[in-house]
């Protein structure tokens, strides 16, 4: 049974960091293209970032580039998204994805979703 699970979420001031995990089971998580999408209440999924299948290319939305970093450990089948400088914008649900193909900043192309964590930016 494949499953994504994130967790880190929470409440962190504006200006602030925090780190989001995502642990992958149940397929062979070096496989995938690995993203990460945010969403709010009445939005659609907006991507956020993305990592190849070994961490050598990574992409970025340009709401996030230079505050937000994306890395993965395939030995702990875990992605992470570091969050920097966060502003009242950045508040969202955060969802990771795994994706069998390229590159993806669409969420079409992922086939696999965790369950979200809430992350919001308040002071």
């Known amino acids: 049974q494949v499953q994504l699970v994130e967790s880190g979420g929470g409440l962190v001031q504006p200006g602030g960091s925090l780190t989001l995990a995502c642990v992958g089971s149940?397929?062979?998580?070096?496989?995938?293209?690995m993203g990460w999408f945010r969403q709010t209440p009445g939005k659609d999924r907006e991507f956020v970032a993305t990592?190849?299948?070994?961490?050598?290319?990574?992409y970025y939305s340009d709401s996030v580039k230079g505050r937000f970093t994306v890395s993965r450990d395939n030995a702990k089948n875990t992605v992470y998204l570091r969050l920097s400088r966060v502003k009242s914008d950045d508040t969202a649900v955060y969802y990771c994805a795994a994706a069998g193909g390229p590159m993806a900043a669409v969420a079409r192309a992922y086939s696999f979703w965790g369950q979200g964590t809430k992350v919001t930016v308040s002071s």
């Open positions: 149940g397929f062979t998580f070096s496989d995938y293209t």
């Open positions: 990592i190849v299948r070994f961490g050598d290319s990574t």
